[in-house]
T-cell receptor, first 115, second 113 residues
């Protein structure tokens, strides 16, 4: 009954490879996010989708491409992986209800290590 | 440029005592503030929030105070329990299309038995 699930939990790969991280939420939320937690432990927003539409795209390299096949899924594909991409990536979801803000629910993260 | 700052990377408190975690922000457009708790190898879990129209919100052992003029908020946990040991993140958001969160760097709270 996991609310926000990410796969894989750990990803170790070589520099230059292409990899994907999957995220699914079963909360019925209409907005999903990707955050990156860097070595200094800051969680920074990367992307946000609302009902499959991209609404936030922070200054993230073009090598990162989110894909939302439906509002319950937001996958992250990364091309030509670099050493600096090593981090923990968190997926989150929330529900927009008019003027009310619902807190975001997070997955357990994907630890990406680039060799 | 850090818009949300948690200047104490760690805090140790005796069980049963009060834990006070602090957070400062610089963006006056933030109108909603949240605290998240994070255990190792897990994602952040929502704890408590406060809107900028309030100065206090309480939920059981957890109370968040907001001082808008000082751009400061704090989380009080009383009484502290060993299970409260975790990293606590302060986050803020502003009205907009997606309400993305801007996080502080976290404070590691250790509650000693």
């Amino acid at each position: 009954d996991t609310a926000v699930s990410q796969t894989p939990k750990y990803l170790v790969t070589q520099m230059g490879n292409d990899k994907s991280i999957k995220c699914e939420q079963n909360l019925g939320h209409d907005t999903m996010y990707w955050y990156k937690q860097d070595s200094k432990k800051f969680l920074k927003i990367m992307f946000s989708y609302n009902n499959k539409e991209l609404i936030i795209n922070e200054t993230v390299p073009n090598r990162f491409s989110p894909k939302s096949p439906d509002k319950a899924h937001l996958n992250l594909h990364i091309n030509s992986l670099e050493l600096g991409d090593s981090a923990v990536y968190f997926c989150a979801s929330s529900q927009r209800t008019g003027g009310l803000y619902q807190p975001q629910h997070f997955g357990d993260g994907t630890r990406l290590s680039i060799l | 440029d850090q818009q949300v700052k948690q200047n104490s990377p760690s805090l140790s408190v005796q069980e049963g005592r009060i834990s006070i975690l602090n957070c400062d922000y610089t963006n006056s457009m933030f109108d909603y503030f949240l605290w998240y708790k994070k255990y190792p190898a897990e994602g952040p879990t929502f704890l408590i929030s406060i809107s900028s129209i309030k100065d206090k919100n309480e939920d059981g052992r957890f109370t968040v105070f907001l001082n808008k003029s000082a751009k400061h908020l704090s989380l009080h946990i009383v009484p502290s329990q060993p299970g409260d040991s975790a990293v606590y993140f302060c986050a803020a958001s502003q009205s907009g299309s997606a309400r993305q969160l801007t996080f502080g760097s976290g404070t590691q709270l250790t509650v000693l038995p």
